[in-house]
């Protein structure tokens, strides 16, 4: 029989899950619950084993979850990036160049799938049809067309597809998202985003894949659907009507010199923008290294002439439960970080988070919230620099080890949050093109929602 103290099993992991939520909901790393390591290890495959694949889902996942997942198969179409991904993961299971062939041999449980945004759709919908679940980087894919395949995917599949939205996991966005919830500032009626890449992490865009809007989307894709998730899940609303402009007048063709990559540039010593991936171990060993496979240089020229995406971008958008949001990137500012304000029927909460300044940072982010007619309140939170604002490690082990602890914030992302934020960047560059407003339900066959549908 229990003594008066004990607890039963059934309570323990009530109790466990309530402060496990609650430290998740902080976006602390809970303490209290781990998941038991069991006799077998979730059998994970990756395929797009470069930076992004190699780190958080690599190294990452191993330091954290490896007493509850193995690596049985790493797939690249760069067969060299596949071998020195095995060796920094310190893994023994074998490498690959056909997803196929992959599955068919190690037949993993859950496929990761951190290849360029492109391809995803690929792969995604070839993992469930061959039984996976899947773990997808963002942004899900990058056209209509592609996301039509990936959500008849799902539909016919009982597999799992989890959209690894990590921006809803820091501190502070946990924070934003109580008061949001709470209306502390009444009902929400519109909100003004605007996002800052600086000379340094914008640039990086025009050096690499992204700079093709066939490989990326444009940022209104692969960047913006951070944000562009951020506002549908801060809203709790679908976006119904988009109206865009942009321009690619910086970088890529607007310049007098440029040349293939940096390391062999004859204009190294003027050129501002010149960036020095020697001084990079890893980046050498993942991409110089490889090369000669595929011809891809990691230090491409931002003054390329053949870039085709922007690099200034204003969205308005209209939700389903008509908030309206005023929202902007910028590629070449002189700091970075961004602004968000929600306007609501009672007041206005404003959050900026600065990332890179030439001026002294505080060590604390601060959410003002001024009452209409009344006061103002400052939240102070921590300071995290590292891994998305903290946003990394708390996705990690929520999705490895407290899958089904309580969701009280909603952050759990599934094809249906992947899509929505995908069409928004999608209809901006629609409108852009065509100078004309886009609405998201002539995409797909999605019809947005008034109240935003939570994952299950
Ligand atoms: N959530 C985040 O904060 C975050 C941060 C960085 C990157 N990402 C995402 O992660 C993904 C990977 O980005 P990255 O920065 O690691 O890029 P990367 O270039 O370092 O890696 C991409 C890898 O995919 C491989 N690849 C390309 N096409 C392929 C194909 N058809 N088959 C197999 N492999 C293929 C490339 O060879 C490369 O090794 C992207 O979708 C990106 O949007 C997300």
């Known amino acids: 029989m229990d003594s008066d103290n004990s607890i039963t099993r059934r309570e323990f992991v009530a109790s466990s899950t309530k402060a496990a939520a609650g430290a998740l909901l902080l976006g602390r790393m809970p303490t209290i619950i781990s998941a038991k390591p069991s006799l077998k290890k979730k059998r994970l495959a990756m395929v797009g084993t470069g930076h992004r694949g190699t780190g958080m889902w690599g190294t990452s996942v191993l330091a954290s979850c490896?007493?509850?997942?193995?690596?049985?198969?790493?797939?690249?179409?760069?067969?060299?990036?596949?071998?020195?991904?095995?060796?920094?993961?310190s893994v023994s299971c074998p490498t690959?160049?056909?997803?196929?062939?992959?599955?068919?041999?190690?037949?993993?449980?859950?496929?990761?799938?951190?290849?360029?945004?492109?391809?995803?759709?690929?792969?995604?919908?070839?993992?469930?049809?061959m039984g996976c679940d899947v773990i997808t980087e963002k942004p899900?894919?990058?056209?209509?067309?592609?996301?039509?395949?990936?959500?008849?995917?799902?539909?016919?599949?009982?597999?799992?597809i989890i959209v690894a939205h990590n921006y809803r996991?820091?501190?502070?966005?946990?924070?934003?998202?109580?008061?949001?919830?709470?209306?502390?500032v009444g009902r929400l009626t519109s909100v003004d985003f605007h996002w800052y890449l600086d000379v340094y992490h914008g640039a990086d865009y025009f050096r690499r894949w992204h700079r093709l809007r066939e490989n990326s989307g444009t940022l209104?894709?692969?960047?913006?659907?951070?944000?562009?998730?951020?506002?549908?899940?801060?809203?709790?609303?679908?976006?119904?009507?988009?109206?865009?402009?942009g321009a690619l007048e910086f970088y890529g063709k607007n310049h007098e010199f440029r040349h293939t990559h940096c390391r062999p540039c004859p204009f190294k010593e003027k050129c501002e923008f010149f960036f020095d991936m020697t001084k990079d171990k890893r980046l050498m060993q993942l991409y110089a290294d490889n090369e000669h496979y595929d011809g891809y240089?990691?230090?491409?020229?931002?003054?390329?002439?053949?870039?085709?995406?922007?690099?200034?971008?204003?969205?308005?958008?209209?939700?389903?439960?008509?908030?309206?949001?005023?929202?902007?990137?910028?590629?070449?500012?002189?700091?970075?970080?961004?602004?968000?304000?929600?306007?609501?029927?009672?007041?206005?909460?404003?959050f900026w988070?600065?990332?890179?300044?030439?001026?002294?940072?505080?060590?604390?982010?601060?959410?003002?919230?001024?009452?209409?007619?009344?006061?103002?309140?400052f939240v102070k939170l921590p300071r995290i620099e590292?891994?998305?604002?903290?946003?990394?490690?708390?996705?990690?082990?929520?999705?490895?080890?407290?899958?089904?602890?309580?969701?009280?914030?909603?952050?759990?992302?599934?094809?249906?949050?992947?899509?929505?934020?995908?069409?928004?960047?999608?209809?901006?560059?629609?409108?852009?093109?065509?100078?004309k407003p886009v609405r998201i339900a002539e995409l797909t066959d999605l019809v947005p929602q008034a109240q935003k549908p939570y994952a299950e």
Request: glycine letters at 6%.
């Open 169 to 184: 996991y820091p501190p502070t966005q946990a924070r934003l998202k109580e008061l949001l919830m709470q209306e502390r």
């Open 140 to 160: 899900l894919t990058t056209n209509e067309a592609k996301l039509r395949q990936i959500i008849e995917a799902q539909r016919s599949s009982k597999n799992k």
């Open 297 to 350: 240089t990691r230090d491409g020229c931002v003054w390329k002439e053949d870039i085709d995406i922007f690099d200034k971008m204003a969205v308005q958008i209209r939700y389903a439960n008509k908030v309206q949001v005023s929202y902007s990137l910028t590629t070449y500012s002189p700091y970075e970080g961004f602004r968000v304000a929600f306007n609501g029927t009672k007041g206005r909460i404003d």
């Open 66 to 89: 490896g007493d509850i997942v193995e690596f049985v198969g790493l797939c690249d179409i760069n067969p060299g990036r596949a071998e020195t991904a095995k060796k920094m993961l």
């Open 96 to 129: 690959f160049t056909n997803f196929e062939q992959m599955i068919e041999k190690t037949k993993p449980e859950t496929v990761i799938v951190t290849t360029v945004d492109g391809t995803h759709h690929t792969f995604i919908t070839k993992a469930l049809e």
């Open 386 to 435: 590292a891994d998305h604002y903290g946003g990394d490690p708390v996705l990690r082990e929520t999705i490895f080890k407290h899958q089904s602890a309580p969701d009280p914030l909603k952050r759990a992302a599934n094809v249906r949050d992947g899509a929505m934020a995908v069409l928004i960047g999608v209809a901006a560059r629609n409108s852009i093109g065509s100078g």
């Open 353 to 377: 988070m600065h990332e890179k300044q030439p001026w002294p940072m505080e060590s604390y982010d601060e959410i003002h919230v001024t009452d209409s007619f009344g006061k103002a309140e």
């Open 220 to 245: 209104l894709n692969h960047k913006a659907s951070h944000h562009f998730d951020l506002l549908n899940w801060w809203i709790e609303s679908e976006p119904e009507e988009v109206h865009a402009f």
